[in-house]
């Protein structure tokens, strides 16, 4: 999407440790027009899915996720992070690792809002090395959902996580796929798409 590309020009910071800061319009500020935009073009590439419901993880996946269910006109389930290492016997339950914060989170989803009927779009704002979509994917398969698809707005492309979910078989479209980008020099090279 060559609207968000020139927008990660515009106002994306490279931070060392190959973090992108997109503070301006997705992951504090948010772009309500942008993110409609963004479902638009979602909706667009899945137009032959059958989608009933949008999965994506709390906090920076939700926003997105709404305007794209919007979109698709179905019911937004957002995985909690949850602080209790007591976890009830009616949720799906995860493990999600985190490498930008270093710690691991129990992630859960009620069991009475994911089933077998379930055909999902999983969306987030990043996709690094993957961690936060496998987790949603294994509570997918707990539920005993169909997952159609992943929706991402900013992957970085040289962490693997995009790829390896390509190699396993998952449809992984991602609106802009960072190929490189230099904290010193602030350059960012974007993967041709079509
Ligand atoms: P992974 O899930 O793909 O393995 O990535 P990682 O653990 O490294 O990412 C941890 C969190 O940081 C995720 O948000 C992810 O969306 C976000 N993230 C990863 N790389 C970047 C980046 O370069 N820039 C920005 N802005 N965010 C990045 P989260 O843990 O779900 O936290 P939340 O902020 O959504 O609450
Ligand atoms: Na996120
Ligand atoms: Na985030």
Do not use: W
Not at 137 to 155: K, N, R
């Amino acid at each position: 999407m060559k609207l968000l590309e020139e927008r990660i020009r515009q106002e994306g910071i490279v931070k060392s440790g190959s973090v992108l800061k997109v503070d301006s319009f997705i992951n504090h500020q948010m772009d309500v027009l942008f993110f409609d935009k963004m479902g638009a073009e979602f909706k667009r590439l899945y137009a032959d899915a059958p989608i009933n419901k949008i999965l994506t993880i709390e906090a920076s996946g939700i926003g997105i996720a709404i305007i794209a269910g919007l979109h698709f006109g179905v019911p937004v389930v957002f995985a909690k992070k949850s602080r209790s290492s007591n976890i009830s016997d009616d949720v799906y339950h995860t493990v999600i690792h985190s490498y930008t914060h270093n710690n691991d989170n129990n992630v859960i989803v009620s069991r009475e809002y994911l089933s077998p009927e379930d055909h999902l779009l999983i969306i987030d704002d990043f996709l690094a090395n993957g961690c936060a979509m496998e987790g949603l994917i294994d509570l997918a398969h707990q539920a005993g959902a169909t997952v159609e698809g992943l929706g991402i707005a900013v992957e970085k492309g040289f962490q693997k996580g995009g790829d390896k979910l390509r190699q396993e078989g998952y449809r992984v479209e991602s609106l802009a796929i960072i190929e490189s980008m230099d904290a010193a020099t602030g350059e960012i090279v974007f993967r041709e798409q079509d």
